[in-house]
């Protein structure tokens, strides 16, 4: 695969990576970017992420064979309307965010052939953003969700499918709908639940606080990296997913309750089940190839778990 | 410093791991454990974590000058009691126990002399247990808190701590009550909430089941290896640390609820400012140094951030 001319449409984390991993594997003739911020159109030239970085999305996306929009969700339709009078007939427009069905519906309506435009989504990111955050193996292994519509062009899809298998990527196909209500329970939950309990300790007297920071190693350190990620996003992420996210959260909350009601009451049996059934729950992700067992593992990886004399087998047989 | 004979009640992650660095440094004479399960033991000697395990507490613990209880902490009290008639007079007894004033409470009235009971707890683990998941690098650059209570004898915390910073922690001194308010928020609700969102996914009809594991990589992964620690000491955790466990959870209901609200209402502002004040956080507990910042950050390390031109500075000032 060679691409001719690739505009980036926003140059951040994503698109700033699949940049890195396009150019290190020589597959593109020309890449231009386009962002709205000085600060961000000089680091991706500096980073080397493209040939040429622009303000206009109309100019970025001339005689471009492929565009890859990556702003935030809430941005999208504006800048597939800003990029309109500069785009080519035959030109392939896929994104890169990490919602679906709201997407579709700000974007086809600004695209003068909506065939042409394949959703996509990488699950693929760190709690880093901007150009600064780029790197090339960002996508190795990791999964790409393309979510074609009825009218999408067969040709194009394949084109968008190739671009991410060539990047390290493995990539399924599903709707728009069904993306959105997974990626609510895999990813926009978590992320919601991370920003809570963050913002819970915020709001705590400041004495506590810096106590929380000094020990975070018992299982905090992870809910603050997921928090750290990026703000704007992620309000659009939850702004336009709404109703899955809000349907996943009423079932968590629902399993919060019974289980605050457990040790108000001293039931150490309803623990003890659900603590053993989430075990195993772990042991299927590994085998899905989406997490990594060590044994034994670094301590910077580390969450306080204590001792004891376990009455499940050790975890060896994970790894 | 260079121990006598010491023994271990319980020889899983945290005493097999404080074994393995001890005699790792030539810092002990002998060490006995003591496991109630025969394959507990075995494994035990085979990893060379001990030079003798025995079923019984009495005889572990008999001319032990140091006597470090780890075992789940609604085991403490009994283990506590069946060791007693072997104890010398002169033993400090400490423990590694996830919550302190419940076992001050279950222990002290088993103990010849109270007065050298030194409550400890290391701020370091795994999610995996047992004698096979020790490594004798778990406490370096970790935190220990140590809760002596007013009569404990000084010369006996002097000589836990110093146990503590031989095999690299750092040691800190506080009320047991205060410990367990600390670590309910830092510990033991981040415990308690993965394992809610892993419990709540494990109740999605098989399908939606199978593809959350494709996808683990957006958020879920870090929740699921959190959920994986051990059930038999996390549910008496809970149950120890009831009434601090429930008020940190009544605060963060309280602010999942206000979130849940700014969803439904769209309302992007308190999105937007929360998610802002949460990334300042993270910085907060790097600088702590409980956590490391890399950048770029690996891929399996990774969760979803998506990209897009941030309003935020990208955080390679933090690195």
Redesign the interface.
């Known amino acids: 695969m060679r691409l001719g001319r690739v505009a980036m449409l ?1 140059i ?5 990576s699949l940049a890195l991993a396009l150019r290190e594997r020589d597959a593109v003739g020309e890449i231009v970017a386009c ?3 000085q600060r ?1 159109r000089e680091r991706a030239l500096a980073r080397g992420l493209c040939d040429r970085a622009v303000a206009d999305p109309a100019e970025a996306v001339r005689e471009a064979e492929l565009v890859v929009l ?3 969700p809430a ?1 999208m339709g504006p800048v597939a309307a800003a990029m309109r009078p500069g785009l080519t007939a035959d030109a392939v427009v896929t994104d ?3 919602v679906k069905a709201q997407i579709v519906h700000d974007v086809v309506p600004h695209l003068p052939q909506p065939a042409l435009f394949v959703p996509g989504h990488p ?13 090339s ?7 790409v ?1 393309l979510t074609p519509i009825e009218d999408t062009d067969p040709d194009a899809v394949r084109k968008v499918r190739r671009l991410w298998e060539l990047v390290g990527a493995q990539v ?1 196909l599903m709707t728009p709908e069904h993306h959105d ?3 609510a ?20 007297e400041r004495q ?1 606080q ?30 336009s997913n ?1 109703e899955a ?2 349907e ?2 009423g ?3 629902e ?2 309750v019974r ?2 009601r457990a ?2 009451w ?1 039931d ?1 049996d309803t ?2 089940e ?6 195993r ?5 590994i ?2 190839g ?3 067992d060590r ?22 047989a994970d790894g």
Chains 1, 2 share one sequence.
């Open positions: 926003g951040g984390l994503v698109n700033g962002a709205r911020r961000t990556g702003v935030p941005a890169v965010g990490s699950v693929a990111g760190t709690e880093h953003s901007g150009p600064d955050a780029a790197f193996t960002l996508f190795e292994g990791r999964r969700i399924d209500r997974v990626l329970i895999t990813s926009h939950l978590p992320h919601l639940i991370a920003y809570t309990i963050v913002g819970t300790v915020a709001d705590l506590t810096s106590e929380v920071f000094k020990y975070a190693a018992g299982g905090f350190t992870d809910f603050t990296r997921i928090a750290a990620s990026d703000p704007v996003m992620w309000r659009d992420v939850f702004l709404r996210v809000l996943m959260l079932r968590f909350t399993d919060l289980l605050q040790i108000r001293g150490g623990l003890f659900l603590f053993s059934r989430t075990r729950i772990r042991r299927a992700v085998r899905a989406q997490a990594y044994l034994p593992v670094p301590p910077d990886r580390a969450a306080d778990n204590g001792n004891g004399e376990e009455d499940e087998p050790t975890t060896r």
